[in-house]
Protein backbone atom coordinates (compact mmCIF):
# COMPACT_ATOMS: atom_id res chain seq x y z
CA UNK A 1 0.00 0.00 0.00
CA UNK A 2 2.88 2.44 0.39
CA UNK A 3 4.25 1.99 -2.69
CA UNK A 4 0.81 2.35 -4.40
CA UNK A 5 0.35 5.63 -2.31
CA UNK A 6 3.41 6.76 -3.39
CA UNK A 7 2.54 6.61 -6.78
CA UNK A 8 -0.44 8.23 -6.79
CA UNK A 9 1.27 11.31 -4.84
CA UNK A 10 3.67 11.36 -7.85
CA UNK A 11 0.71 11.45 -10.57
CA UNK A 12 -1.36 13.42 -8.26
CA UNK A 13 0.84 16.22 -8.19
CA UNK A 14 1.25 16.31 -12.14
CA UNK A 15 4.35 14.19 -12.36
CA UNK A 16 5.14 12.25 -16.09
CA UNK A 17 4.05 9.12 -15.90
CA UNK A 18 3.87 6.69 -12.52
CA UNK A 19 4.60 2.92 -13.92
CA UNK A 20 8.42 2.38 -14.15
CA UNK A 21 9.79 -0.59 -16.69
CA UNK A 22 11.86 -2.57 -14.16
CA UNK A 23 15.13 -2.04 -14.31
CA UNK A 24 14.52 0.90 -15.74
CA UNK A 25 16.83 4.01 -14.46
CA UNK A 26 14.06 6.75 -12.70
CA UNK A 27 15.29 10.52 -12.72
CA UNK A 28 13.97 13.46 -11.37
CA UNK A 29 13.66 17.05 -12.50
CA UNK A 30 12.58 19.90 -9.92
CA UNK A 31 12.67 23.71 -11.97
CA UNK A 32 11.77 26.80 -10.18
CA UNK A 33 9.10 27.47 -12.04
CA UNK A 34 6.91 25.54 -15.34
CA UNK A 35 6.10 28.91 -16.41
CA UNK A 36 9.27 30.64 -17.56
CA UNK A 37 10.41 29.59 -20.97
CA UNK A 38 14.03 28.94 -19.83
CA UNK A 39 13.10 26.11 -17.65
CA UNK A 40 10.35 24.80 -19.74
CA UNK A 41 13.37 24.07 -22.48
CA UNK A 42 15.18 22.44 -19.51
CA UNK A 43 12.65 19.76 -18.98
CA UNK A 44 12.33 19.59 -23.23
CA UNK A 45 16.00 18.48 -23.15
CA UNK A 46 16.03 16.37 -20.35
CA UNK A 47 12.97 14.32 -21.77
CA UNK A 48 14.91 14.52 -25.30
CA UNK A 49 17.66 12.92 -23.50
CA UNK A 50 16.13 10.17 -20.99
CA UNK A 51 13.98 9.02 -23.73
CA UNK A 52 17.42 8.37 -25.98
CA UNK A 53 19.20 6.97 -22.82
CA UNK A 54 15.96 4.95 -21.77
CA UNK A 55 15.33 6.44 -18.74
CA UNK A 56 12.27 7.52 -16.98
CA UNK A 57 12.19 11.22 -16.34
CA UNK A 58 9.48 12.39 -13.59
CA UNK A 59 9.03 16.38 -13.47
CA UNK A 60 8.09 19.41 -10.68
CA UNK A 61 8.33 22.40 -10.54
CA UNK A 62 7.43 25.09 -7.88
CA UNK A 63 4.78 27.46 -7.70
CA UNK A 64 6.79 30.86 -8.69
CA UNK A 65 10.85 31.62 -8.26
CA UNK A 66 12.01 30.86 -4.93
CA UNK A 67 8.72 28.60 -3.76
CA UNK A 68 10.92 26.36 -1.19
CA UNK A 69 7.75 23.98 -0.01
CA UNK A 70 7.10 23.06 -3.51
CA UNK A 71 10.25 21.98 -4.73
CA UNK A 72 10.82 19.98 -0.79
CA UNK A 73 7.75 18.06 -1.36
CA UNK A 74 8.92 17.17 -4.87
CA UNK A 75 11.84 15.98 -4.12
CA UNK A 76 10.10 13.40 -1.44
CA UNK A 77 7.60 12.19 -3.60
CA UNK A 78 10.33 11.77 -6.25
CA UNK A 79 12.07 9.62 -3.66
CA UNK A 80 8.92 7.87 -3.20
CA UNK A 81 8.85 7.29 -6.86
CA UNK A 82 11.87 5.55 -6.83
CA UNK A 83 14.16 8.20 -8.65
CA UNK A 84 17.97 7.61 -7.60
CA UNK A 85 18.91 10.95 -9.81
CA UNK A 86 17.52 14.57 -8.74
CA UNK A 87 18.04 17.34 -10.86
CA UNK A 88 17.20 20.50 -9.80
CA UNK A 89 17.31 24.49 -10.08
CA UNK A 90 17.04 25.12 -6.48
CA UNK A 91 14.76 28.42 -5.90
CA UNK A 92 15.75 28.93 -2.55
CA UNK A 93 19.23 28.15 -2.29
CA UNK A 94 19.18 27.79 1.45
CA UNK A 95 16.53 26.53 2.32
CA UNK A 96 16.38 23.38 0.42
CA UNK A 97 19.95 21.66 1.52
CA UNK A 98 18.61 20.26 4.87
CA UNK A 99 16.15 17.95 2.43
CA UNK A 100 18.73 17.73 -0.04
CA UNK A 101 21.09 15.89 2.36
CA UNK A 102 18.04 13.90 3.53
CA UNK A 103 18.05 12.76 0.01
CA UNK A 104 21.99 12.03 -0.19
CA UNK A 105 22.21 9.92 2.57
CA UNK A 106 19.55 7.90 1.29
CA UNK A 107 21.80 7.06 -2.09
CA UNK A 108 20.30 9.35 -4.08
CA UNK A 109 22.31 11.84 -6.45
CA UNK A 110 21.46 15.16 -6.62
CA UNK A 111 22.56 17.30 -9.50
CA UNK A 112 21.68 20.89 -9.46
CA UNK A 113 21.12 23.17 -12.56
CA UNK A 114 21.17 26.28 -13.25
CA UNK A 115 21.74 27.42 -9.98
CA UNK A 116 24.17 26.53 -7.18
CA UNK A 117 23.11 25.57 -3.67
CA UNK A 118 24.16 27.80 -0.75
CA UNK A 119 26.92 26.07 0.01
CA UNK A 120 27.35 24.14 -3.04
CA UNK A 121 28.43 21.61 -1.43
CA UNK A 122 25.40 20.48 -0.78
CA UNK A 123 25.12 18.82 -3.98
CA UNK A 124 27.28 16.18 -5.77
CA UNK A 125 27.66 18.48 -9.15
CA UNK A 126 26.48 21.58 -10.43
CA UNK A 127 26.37 21.69 -13.81
CA UNK A 128 25.73 25.70 -15.11
CA UNK A 129 26.59 28.45 -16.58
CA UNK A 130 29.51 30.32 -14.89
CA UNK A 131 26.82 33.49 -14.15
CA UNK A 132 29.47 35.66 -12.63
CA UNK A 133 31.09 35.21 -16.45
CA UNK A 134 27.97 36.06 -18.30
CA UNK A 135 27.71 39.17 -16.10
CA UNK A 136 31.50 40.30 -16.80
CA UNK A 137 30.71 40.03 -20.70
CA UNK A 138 27.46 41.96 -21.05
CA UNK A 139 29.55 44.50 -18.27
CA UNK A 140 32.32 44.74 -20.68
CA UNK A 141 30.31 45.01 -23.87
CA UNK A 142 28.15 47.89 -22.12
CA UNK A 143 31.46 50.04 -20.93
CA UNK A 144 32.86 50.22 -24.87
CA UNK A 145 29.38 50.65 -26.07
CA UNK A 146 28.87 53.48 -23.84
CA UNK A 147 31.37 55.53 -26.04
CA UNK A 148 32.77 57.66 -22.56
CA UNK A 149 29.60 58.34 -22.18
CA UNK A 150 28.67 59.29 -17.99
CA UNK A 151 26.96 55.89 -16.84
CA UNK A 152 23.48 56.29 -15.30
CA UNK A 153 22.53 52.70 -14.75
CA UNK A 154 20.01 50.91 -13.69
CA UNK A 155 19.80 47.56 -12.43
CA UNK A 156 16.51 44.93 -12.87
CA UNK A 157 17.82 42.37 -10.36
CA UNK A 158 16.40 38.69 -9.27
CA UNK A 159 15.56 38.95 -5.71
CA UNK A 160 17.66 38.82 -2.53
CA UNK A 161 19.97 36.71 -1.52
CA UNK A 162 19.68 34.74 -5.10
CA UNK A 163 23.26 33.50 -5.85
CA UNK A 164 22.21 33.60 -9.82
CA UNK A 165 20.69 37.10 -9.18
CA UNK A 166 24.14 38.17 -7.14
CA UNK A 167 26.45 36.97 -9.48
CA UNK A 168 25.15 38.41 -12.49
CA UNK A 169 24.51 41.41 -11.23
CA UNK A 170 28.14 41.85 -9.46
CA UNK A 171 29.76 40.11 -12.51
CA UNK A 172 28.14 43.15 -14.95
CA UNK A 173 29.60 45.22 -12.50
CA UNK A 174 33.14 44.49 -12.64
CA UNK A 175 33.27 43.71 -16.34
CA UNK A 176 32.13 47.58 -16.58
CA UNK A 177 34.76 48.99 -14.46
CA UNK A 178 32.48 48.95 -11.10
CA UNK A 179 34.42 48.35 -7.74
CA UNK A 180 32.13 44.67 -6.84
CA UNK A 181 32.20 41.43 -4.74
CA UNK A 182 33.44 38.71 -6.21
CA UNK A 183 31.27 35.58 -7.31
CA UNK A 184 30.70 33.89 -4.20
CA UNK A 185 28.78 36.52 -2.76
CA UNK A 186 25.22 36.84 -2.30
CA UNK A 187 24.92 40.34 -2.16
CA UNK A 188 23.93 43.17 -5.04
CA UNK A 189 27.26 44.95 -4.52
CA UNK A 190 26.16 48.97 -5.16
CA UNK A 191 28.25 52.10 -6.73
CA UNK A 192 27.42 55.65 -7.53
CA UNK A 193 26.69 55.32 -11.29
CA UNK A 194 23.91 52.95 -10.39
CA UNK A 195 20.86 55.26 -9.50
CA UNK A 196 18.21 52.71 -9.10
CA UNK A 197 18.45 49.05 -8.16
CA UNK A 198 15.22 46.82 -8.24
CA UNK A 199 13.84 43.27 -7.57
CA UNK A 200 11.79 41.85 -10.88
CA UNK A 201 12.12 37.97 -10.48
CA UNK A 202 12.54 37.55 -14.10
CA UNK A 203 9.06 38.48 -14.89
CA UNK A 204 8.81 41.00 -17.50
CA UNK A 205 5.41 42.42 -15.81
CA UNK A 206 7.23 43.53 -12.81
CA UNK A 207 10.41 44.33 -15.23
CA UNK A 208 8.52 46.79 -16.52
CA UNK A 209 7.00 48.33 -13.16
CA UNK A 210 10.25 48.60 -12.01
CA UNK A 211 11.82 50.69 -15.07
CA UNK A 212 8.82 52.79 -14.73
CA UNK A 213 9.77 53.16 -10.79
CA UNK A 214 13.70 53.78 -11.90
CA UNK A 215 12.54 56.35 -14.31
CA UNK A 216 10.11 58.30 -11.72
CA UNK A 217 13.89 58.03 -9.47
CA UNK A 218 15.94 59.39 -12.40
CA UNK A 219 14.90 60.23 -15.73
CA UNK A 220 18.08 60.73 -17.08
CA UNK A 221 19.09 56.62 -17.11
CA UNK A 222 20.72 55.62 -19.91
CA UNK A 223 22.10 52.47 -19.16
CA UNK A 224 20.02 48.75 -18.14
CA UNK A 225 21.12 46.19 -16.52
CA UNK A 226 18.40 43.11 -17.02
CA UNK A 227 18.68 39.66 -14.97
CA UNK A 228 17.46 38.03 -17.92
CA UNK A 229 15.48 38.96 -21.17
CA UNK A 230 11.74 39.20 -19.56
CA UNK A 231 12.67 41.21 -17.50
CA UNK A 232 14.66 43.37 -20.25
CA UNK A 233 11.50 43.34 -22.10
CA UNK A 234 9.71 44.35 -19.35
CA UNK A 235 12.08 47.46 -19.27
CA UNK A 236 12.32 48.51 -22.84
CA UNK A 237 8.46 48.74 -22.81
CA UNK A 238 8.45 51.19 -19.83
CA UNK A 239 11.18 53.24 -21.77
CA UNK A 240 8.82 53.25 -24.87
CA UNK A 241 5.66 54.50 -23.15
CA UNK A 242 7.93 57.22 -21.37
CA UNK A 243 9.38 58.15 -24.89
CA UNK A 244 12.99 57.39 -23.79
CA UNK A 245 13.36 53.92 -25.86
CA UNK A 246 16.28 55.37 -28.42
CA UNK A 247 19.77 55.96 -26.84
CA UNK A 248 18.92 53.92 -23.91
CA UNK A 249 20.68 50.74 -23.78
CA UNK A 250 19.33 47.11 -22.72
CA UNK A 251 21.88 44.34 -21.64
CA UNK A 252 20.52 41.04 -20.44
CA UNK A 253 21.49 37.59 -20.10
CA UNK A 254 20.07 34.06 -20.93
CA UNK A 255 20.32 34.08 -24.75
CA UNK A 256 17.04 32.34 -25.45
CA UNK A 257 15.55 32.33 -28.84
CA UNK A 258 12.84 35.22 -28.10
CA UNK A 259 15.39 36.86 -26.33
CA UNK A 260 18.21 36.72 -29.74
CA UNK A 261 15.05 37.85 -31.50
CA UNK A 262 14.72 40.84 -29.59
CA UNK A 263 18.15 41.58 -29.82
CA UNK A 264 18.13 41.35 -33.80
CA UNK A 265 15.72 43.84 -33.52
CA UNK A 266 17.39 46.42 -31.64
CA UNK A 267 15.12 46.02 -28.13
CA UNK A 268 18.10 44.70 -26.35
CA UNK A 269 21.53 45.88 -27.52
CA UNK A 270 23.11 42.75 -26.26
CA UNK A 271 22.68 38.77 -23.95
CA UNK A 272 24.84 36.80 -22.89
CA UNK A 273 23.46 33.41 -24.00
CA UNK A 274 23.80 30.24 -21.82
CA UNK A 275 22.64 26.43 -22.31
CA UNK A 276 19.86 24.78 -20.56
CA UNK A 277 19.51 22.11 -23.15
CA UNK A 278 23.10 21.48 -22.51
CA UNK A 279 23.03 21.22 -18.52
CA UNK A 280 19.57 19.13 -18.59
CA UNK A 281 21.46 16.35 -20.83
CA UNK A 282 24.54 16.73 -19.20
CA UNK A 283 22.33 15.73 -15.75
CA UNK A 284 20.16 13.01 -17.28
CA UNK A 285 23.44 10.96 -18.92
CA UNK A 286 25.03 11.25 -15.37
CA UNK A 287 21.84 9.85 -13.97
CA UNK A 288 21.85 7.06 -16.67
CA UNK A 289 25.59 6.60 -15.74
CA UNK A 290 24.93 6.40 -11.56
CA UNK A 291 21.98 3.61 -12.23
CA UNK A 292 23.95 1.65 -14.44
CA UNK A 293 27.69 1.59 -12.98
CA UNK A 294 26.73 3.45 -9.14
CA UNK A 295 29.74 6.24 -9.94
CA UNK A 296 28.47 9.84 -9.07
CA UNK A 297 29.63 12.70 -11.21
CA UNK A 298 31.11 15.26 -8.77
CA UNK A 299 32.20 19.12 -8.78
CA UNK A 300 31.16 21.99 -11.07
CA UNK A 301 30.23 21.52 -14.82
CA UNK A 302 30.37 24.66 -16.82
CA UNK A 303 27.95 24.58 -19.57
CA UNK A 304 29.49 27.43 -21.42
CA UNK A 305 28.43 31.36 -22.21
CA UNK A 306 28.88 33.40 -25.51
CA UNK A 307 27.97 37.27 -26.74
CA UNK A 308 25.34 37.93 -28.65
CA UNK A 309 25.01 40.96 -30.56
CA UNK A 310 24.77 42.58 -33.85
CA UNK A 311 26.95 45.85 -32.86
CA UNK A 312 30.17 44.05 -32.25
CA UNK A 313 32.66 46.01 -30.02
CA UNK A 314 36.46 45.94 -30.35
CA UNK A 315 37.86 43.93 -27.52
CA UNK A 316 34.91 42.15 -26.74
CA UNK A 317 34.23 38.79 -27.99
CA UNK A 318 31.16 37.93 -29.41
CA UNK A 319 28.76 36.68 -31.94
CA UNK A 320 26.21 37.68 -33.88
CA UNK A 321 22.04 36.86 -33.52
CA UNK A 322 22.34 34.35 -36.31
CA UNK A 323 24.42 31.99 -34.79
CA UNK A 324 22.68 32.92 -31.44
CA UNK A 325 19.83 31.82 -33.21
CA UNK A 326 21.24 28.68 -34.43
CA UNK A 327 22.08 28.08 -30.82
CA UNK A 328 19.48 29.38 -28.31
CA UNK A 329 19.34 28.01 -25.36
CA UNK A 330 21.41 24.71 -27.54
CA UNK A 331 19.23 23.96 -30.45
CA UNK A 332 21.85 22.09 -31.93
Not at 298 to 304: A, E, I, L, Q, R
Request: proline letters at 5%; hydrophobic letters at 40%.
Amino acid sequence: MKRKSALLAVAAMGYAGACFAAGQPVIGLITKTDTNPYFVTMQKGAQQEATKLGAKLITAAGKFDGDNASQVNAIENMMAAGAKTILITPGDSKAIVPTIEKARKQGVMVIALDSPTDPTSAVNALFATDNYQAGELIGKYARVDMKGKKPVIATLDLFPGSPVGAQRHNGFMKGFGLKAAGAKSNELSKSPDIVCMADTSGDQAKGQTAMQNCLQKNPNINLVYAINEPAAAGAYQALKQAGKADGVAIVAIDGGCKGVEQVKEGIITATAQQYPLKMAAMGVKAGVEYAKTGKMVSGYHNTGVNLITDKPEAGVPSRGTKFGMDMCWGNR
